[in-house]
């Protein structure tokens, strides 16, 4: 049923959550895992010259880390994983990954914004998502 899940990262608390539920339950269908970090391009765009360089370089790096703690998660259950830290607008990165590499399934928890926050911000990653994704998006709260 599950061949394909996808975990999106931000190197938070709250992927651990997702995982605790996300891994088993690609474990049960020996799924792959693929683990997603995307570099949010409205931040890089804010910065410019030699600073965008470092900013850059930094969140690419936190990237890297973030998606490397999913890997080894998914490896020490017994599963392929595949990583990757891309640029863009998150939930846009996020539904385009799914749909590109035919995942079945997309795994993230809410970083836990209040109503407040997540109005101010236009909801949150993980709403776009599920709203937009065309496979099914499980919300771990």
């Not at 809410?110 to 709203?131: M, N, Y």
């Amino acid at each position: 049923m599950y061949d394909d899940v996808l975990i999106p990262t931000d190197g938070s608390e709250a992927v651990g959550r997702a995982l605790d539920h996300a891994i088993p339950l690609a474990s049960d269908h020996e799924a792959t895992v693929h683990a997603l970090y995307v570099v949010d391009g409205r931040v890089l765009a804010a910065n410019s010259g030699d600073l965008r360089e470092a900013v850059t370089a930094d969140l690419e790096s936190q990237g890297d880390t973030a998606v490397q703690a999913v890997a080894d998660r998914a490896e020490a259950a017994g599963l392929d994983a595949e990583t990757t830290v891309t640029q863009g607008t998150p939930d846009t990165e996020i539904v385009a990954y799914a749909a590109s590499n035919d995942v079945d399934l997309v795994v993230m928890s809410p970083t836990g914004k209040s109503p407040r926050e997540r109005i101010q911000s236009l909801g949150s990653v993980s709403d776009r998502v599920a709203d937009d994704a065309t496979v099914p998006v499980f919300l771990v709260k």
